[in-house]
C-alpha cells in the first residue's frame, strides 16, 4: 500500500519548518509519518458504538477544600515592607 506522505510533502514540512534534513532522514521520517497514520486509520475501524463519551480518560472529582472565611491583613502589615507608599497604598512607577 502506497503511503499518505510522500517525501516531497516531509521535504516541503521540514522546509517550513527550517530543517535540514538529509536523504536518510526524510526516508525516515515519511516512513514515520506514514507509520502513524496507519495507526490512526487502524484506531477509526474500532468499534466505539457501546462506549459513553467522555471528557477525561479518568474519571476526577474536585478535591479542592471548602472555602473559609479568615482574617484579612492590616493595611499597616501589608504596606510594612513596601519600598514606597503613601501610608494608605503603595506606590509604584508610572508605566505608560
Known amino acids: 500500500m502506497p503511503g ?13 519548518a527550517r530543517l535540514d534534513l538529509s536523504e536518510a532522514d526524510e526516508a525516515l521520517m515519511t516512513e514515520q509519518m506514514n ?14 458504538s457501546h462506549v459513553a463519551p467522555t471528557t477525561h480518560a479518568i474519571q476526577n472529582r474536585n478535591v479542592l477544600r471548602p472555602d473559609r472565611v479568615l482574617g484579612s491583613l492590616h493595611r499597616e502589615a ?5 519600598p514606597e507608599t503613601d501610608q494608605s497604598s503603595f506606590i509604584v ?3 505608560i
Open 4 to 16: 499518505k506522505i510522500t517525501r516531497e510533502e516531509v521535504r516541503h514540512v521540514a522546509q517550513l
Open 35 to 48: 507509520s502513524i497514520l496507519e495507526y490512526v486509520d487502524a484506531l477509526g475501524q474500532v468499534d466505539t
Open 78 to 82: 501589608a504596606l510594612a515592607n513596601a
Open 93 to 95: 512607577p508610572k508605566i
